[in-house]
């Protein structure tokens, strides 16, 4: 088609948002190694599949991501064939060493664009509507005798028992050492869970064997007041009202222990832009710490399971499925020549966490009484007016997009970033 002139009206606003990486809203996003092996048909973990994972996480840097999932054992809800550390096989019969160049390299590249807060290890199958036996499901990982380079899979005792014990500590041992020569210790999180949680024999397990760990889970309803409170991050689906602003007025920044993560059933062909861009700002307004339970390239591939309006590798093994609770937003990333490449819902979300970041500094300084009390009025005034905005658009689909015709959101998002201008040049004075 002929080339279109588009006008172009920028407005430079003076004030400088932080890096993504040092944004306040937490997003946990979801990378799939093998779907992009698929996808662009290169051998996994081969340097041409590096080089497209380079990709992936470049888009998830932009987006502020704070979350890694590393599979610890083989074919989890994250759709993987085998684990991601290898189990090497010993001269003496029954012991292990351990080959961990995937996970370092994996984690080299994922701590290059983001600042990782929870590193998810999977060493359980969650499943179950309420019922918490299905983390006891036995679960494998891949050995490999080092003679032959045989790989086969090895079935574990259950958690629990003496046996599992002595065959996961020192794996968790050499795990742990990683982390802390990378300063990452605190991060370590094993999962997952869902709605019945972990059996209390697992997490005994676990908590012996790393005491500061907590827990990853993915479930229905946001967890109540104390339960689940060995969860360190928790991602839930049932997404209640915003509250109007004169009734309460919530803080996400305001984090507390447990990470409390939103994740709406938003789909990969039926979600509305403006429901990506304001995705970040009406967790906060939840009260939540961010969003997530989305998947950054999950895209449709050889051996994908298809359920759900939904065609991935998430959930495509039978023994570890997350079934309804399945990440609804397989692909926020596109596949491009060569790597993920960025989409119209991608940059909303982008924009969105811009503007969130805008909103936490502006109610940030009004908390700490840092503004005159003139600026400090007519900054909650926008902050609430917002709030209204994102109520409308907070149940997607059609509702959400005939809320922008009119509603003068570009206006309000420029007057956002001039009042943070505004209020920055206050404090600084």
Request: charged share 25%.
């Amino acid at each position: 088609s002929a080339p279109v002139q588009v006008p172009v009206e920028l407005e430079v606003v003076d004030w400088t948002l932080p890096e993504a990486r040092n944004f306040a809203t937490f997003m946990g996003i979801y990378q799939s190694p093998e779907s992009v092996a698929l996808q662009y048909d290169v051998e996994l973990w081969s340097e041409e599949h590096w080089k497209r994972m380079e990709r992936s996480f470049e888009l998830m840097g932009r987006l502020g991501n704070n979350l890694l999932i590393v599979p610890l054992v083989n074919r989890t809800e994250y759709g993987n064939d085998e684990c991601m550390v290898t189990w090497v096989k010993g001269e003496k019969e029954g012991a292990y060493t351990y080959d961990f160049s995937v996970f370092d390299r994996y984690l080299e590249v994922a701590a290059r664009h983001c600042r990782l807060e929870v590193i998810s290890c999977q060493v359980v199958f969650g499943g179950g509507w309420f019922a918490s036996d299905p983390a006891k499901r036995p679960v494998s990982v891949t050995v490999v005798d080092p003679k032959t380079g045989k790989r086969e899979p090895l079935v574990l005792p259950a958690h629990g028992s003496e046996e599992a014990k002595r065959l996961w500590k020192p794996l968790i041992d050499a795990l742990i050492a990683r982390l802390k020569r990378k300063g990452l210790e605190k991060t370590l999180t094993f999962g997952i869970g869902h709605c019945g949680g972990i059996h209390k024999d697992v997490r005994a397990q676990f908590k012996e064997l790393a005491p500061g760990a907590g827990w990853h889970l993915g479930k229905h309803p946001r967890p109540r007041r104390g339960q689940h409170s060995y969860a360190d991050y928790v991602e839930y689906l049932y997404v209640g009202a915003i509250p109007p602003p004169e009734k309460e007025r919530h803080h996400g920044w305001k984090r507390g222990d447990q990470l409390i993560i939103m994740c709406q059933r938003i789909y990969d062909a039926g979600q509305s832009t403006v429901t990506m861009r304001t995705m970040a700002e009406r967790a906060l307004l939840l009260g939540d710490n961010g969003s997530g339970r989305i998947c950054l390239d999950y895209w449709p591939v050889k051996g994908s399971s298809r359920h759900g309006g939904r065609e991935s590798l998430y959930d495509r093994w039978p023994t570890a499925r997350a079934n309804q609770r399945c990440p609804h937003l397989s692909y926020l990333a596109a596949p491009g020549l060569e790597g993920a490449t960025s989409t119209i819902r991608l940059e909303a979300l982008v924009e969105g966490l811009q503007e969130a970041e805008a909103r936490v500094f502006l109610e940030r300084a009004i908390d700490g009484k840092e503004l005159p009390d003139e600026l400090a009025a007519r900054a909650q005034k926008l902050l609430d007016a917002r709030v209204t905005f994102c109520r409308m658009t907070h149940g997607g689909g059609t509702a959400a997009d005939r809320a922008v015709y009119g509603s003068g959101w570009r206006a309000d998002s420029a007057a956002l970033y001039r009042l943070a201008a505004e209020a920055s040049a206050a404090i600084s004075k």
